[in-house]
């Protein structure tokens, strides 16, 4: 307890520059091939994005902060089934939440709801922040992480859904051309492979820039410094 | 019969990496060393087998309908940590020190993996016999290591071949994946409009 009112006073949580270079750096989905299960094989809508998000929400946050808090009790072997079992506990409310606002949520997602106990994203947050960072890093990391989850998965369901039933949100929108292939996991990895080839062409380039122009404003500072010097 | 069928459509109809996306960070990374990868898939194949079969007898205890939701995850979940408990007090007692040190490498990621847990909820979602449910956990292992070696092998190729930068790694592996899937697909007989 005394952790988290530390933690809550003195590192509050925000989005820094540092934490906006993080995430777009640093996407689990496109870069390290994490939480694929959710995302190729059942988000092919976004209402099932949307519920899978606020699943994961309610998952991967709290486990982080609660086997952070508890890891040194932790035998090193029971680790990993220790998260799947704490997850378990936060998925209780999460599934409820998701419940309520999609009623025909077990038939939309079957099984792909609960594998999200033994989800990748949640194992290597926990295995790399929860079990050796600081309270306050590992919640970060996890933020981070989230997001960058959300929005892989929103768009990943955006553009299946238009591409697979022609609608958005159940709401019909008129396309000259829908493919099955859209919907299927097959169509979810190869989509999966273009937005990671293109999410690392960004990242390519945005640090082209960054590095272009930090080069820029050294060679302005170096000869303003000879400018002053003569 | 029913056993072979079951086995059958769980390993090529409904193969739990190219129909069901029951994939992990591992199984990008076992490629690597084939002695942890057989270790794995060994492991894999021995609890989604022994796994189905208890899953079967739990499935059979009453439940109230509005909570099935949560009970058959928790229930799959005990179950793993069950038999990953017994595994590893065996393991411990039995095992030299280097083959034990080897085998709580992949163990935990064996048994809490997606296509353990996957396994067993489908198992507990249908009203399958005893029979079907030992061939069925039995094909999601054996479809499991299939999707694991082609991909290992499709590795090989995609290393060997002069990828634009942005497509090298993890893109190529997904489309490579998405392209066996949609073959899968395609051979057991569904179409996909275009």
């Known amino acids: 307890m005394k952790r988290i009112q530390a933690f809550l006073q003195n590192r509050p949580l925000r989005l820094s520059r540092q934490g906006l270079k993080k995430l777009l750096g640093r996407s689990p989905v496109l870069l390290r091939g994490l939480a694929l299960v959710p995302v190729a094989a059942a988000c092919h809508s976004l209402r099932n994005a949307l519920a899978l998000s606020v699943v994961m929400a309610f998952v991967l946050l709290p486990t982080l902060l609660l086997l952070s808090l508890i890891r040194r009790s932790l035998w090193e072997p029971m680790r990993l089934p220790a998260a799947a079992l704490v997850a378990f506990v936060f998925y209780i409310p999460g599934w409820q939440t998701a419940k309520a606002l999609l009623p025909d949520i077990s038939t939309r997602l079957g099984i792909f709801l609960p594998l999200l106990l033994v989800d990748t994203l949640l194992f290597c947050r926990a295995e790399e922040s929860a079990y050796r960072e600081t309270l306050g890093r590992t919640m970060c990391e996890g933020l981070l992480d989230l997001a960058g989850f959300v929005l892989v998965a929103l768009l990943s369901g955006f553009v299946r859904e238009l591409a697979g039933m022609g609608t958005l949100m159940g709401q019909p929108v008129h396309l000259p051309w829908t493919t099955s292939l859209a919907i299927l996991p097959a169509g979810g990895f190869i989509l999966l492979g273009f937005l990671a080839a293109g999410w690392r062409l960004c990242g390519e380039g945005i640090r082209r820039v960054y590095i272009r122009r930090s080069h820029r404003a050294l060679i302005k500072r170096q000869r303003k410094g000879k400018e002053a010097e003569e | ?194």
């Open chain 2, 1 to 194: 019969m029913e056993f072979l069928v079951a086995m059958l459509t769980a390993a090529f109809v409904e193969n739990a990496v190219f129909s069901r996306a029951l994939v992990g960070e591992s199984i990008w990374k076992r490629q690597q060393r084939p002695m942890q990868a057989a270790v794995f898939l060994g492991m894999v194949t021995l609890l989604t087998t022994v796994l189905s079969t208890a899953m079967w007898g739990i499935r059979t205890l009453p439940t109230p309908t509005a909570m099935r939701a949560l009970w058959e995850p928790l229930a799959a979940l005990m179950l793993l940590w069950l038999c990953y408990l017994i595994l590893y007090h065996l393991a411990a007692r039995w095992m030299p020190e280097a083959a034990f040190a080897r085998i709580l490498s992949v163990m935990p990621k064996a048994a809490f993996s997606a296509v353990s847990l996957g396994t067993l909820l489908l198992v507990a979602s249908r009203s399958f016999s005893l029979a079907e449910s030992v061939g069925f956990g039995l094909g999601a292992g054996a479809g499991f290591a299939l999707a694991v070696l082609l991909i290992s092998w499709g590795e090989r190729q995609l290393r060997m071949t002069d990828l634009p930068a942005p497509f090298r790694g993890l893109p190529a592996r997904l489309i490579y994946v998405g392209l066996l899937a949609l073959a899968f697909h395609g051979l057991i007989g569904h179409p996909v409009v275009l």
